[in-house]
């Protein structure tokens, strides 16, 4: 079964890029249908703002280890739900990186995940969800969410360059026709989730399905 999901995956590598890089200016406009003006998103702007406040008084070892934790254990959560078994999750004692064993040969989505997925976002959604169900929302939780949001993108953008061994793993040209849009659309669907919860999350991705649709079809007429 391992294989068999490392071989499908494997397919879609090529078509998944290419998807993600057309994508992005439906991505784009998207943006044009959030309404900000609310309370929901002034509490994750502050929570995002808290981020970088917290990011500027933390020690540089403990960030420099705290993204290396979530880049290892991103690493290992997609092993893991591609059913390959973890065999370590190591960080180097003086910080300057880690390592993630696992069995099996692996696919490009365990390569690149730590560059686009924000694993302690996703967590953070998930637990709303849960706290969603005995309790009503509040803005304290908009707030975390907005909290690791800013830690996804300061943590991406801080691991994109070109000494990170990943990226040749999986080739520069996957990453550049993958990673922005992949990232546009993590962004949206986590401001998407902030408005309405896992059904603001589908909404979102309906959303793109139909700005595609009309980006092709604008795009259709434009050349004939």
């Not at 989730?193 to 795009?219: A, C, H, P």
């Amino acid at each position: 079964m391992q294989v068999l999901i490392d071989r499908f995956i494997t397919l879609l590598k090529w078509p998944v890029a290419f998807y993600m890089l057309v994508s992005i200016p439906a991505y784009v406009r998207s943006l044009y249908y959030f309404n900000f003006v609310s309370l929901k998103f002034f509490a994750l702007g502050a929570g995002f703002v808290l981020f970088f406040i917290a990011r500027q008084m933390a020690d540089a070892s403990v960030k420099t280890s705290m993204q290396i934790v979530a880049h290892e254990l991103t690493h290992a959560f997609f092993a893991l739900i591609t059913l390959h078994k973890v065999k370590h999750v190591r960080v180097a004692p003086d910080d300057s990186g880690g390592s993630m064993g696992f069995e099996g040969e692996g696919n490009w989505l365990i390569v690149i995940a730590p560059y686009f997925f924000p694993l302690f976002g996703f967590f953070c959604m998930l637990f709303i969800s849960i706290w969603t169900s005995f309790a009503p929302m509040n803005l304290v939780l908009n707030g975390i969410l907005g909290y690791f949001l800013g830690y996804h993108m300061d943590t991406v953008s801080s691991q994109i360059h070109e000494k990170q061994t990943d990226l040749p793993k999986v080739s520069y040209r996957f990453c550049w026709m993958f990673l922005p849009g992949a990232n546009f659309w993590v962004i949206g669907s986590m401001l998407a989730f902030n408005s309405r919860g896992w059904d603001g999350f589908w909404d979102y991705q309906t959303l793109i399905k139909n700005l595609n649709v009309l980006n092709f079809e604008y795009l259709m007429k434009l050349i004939f």
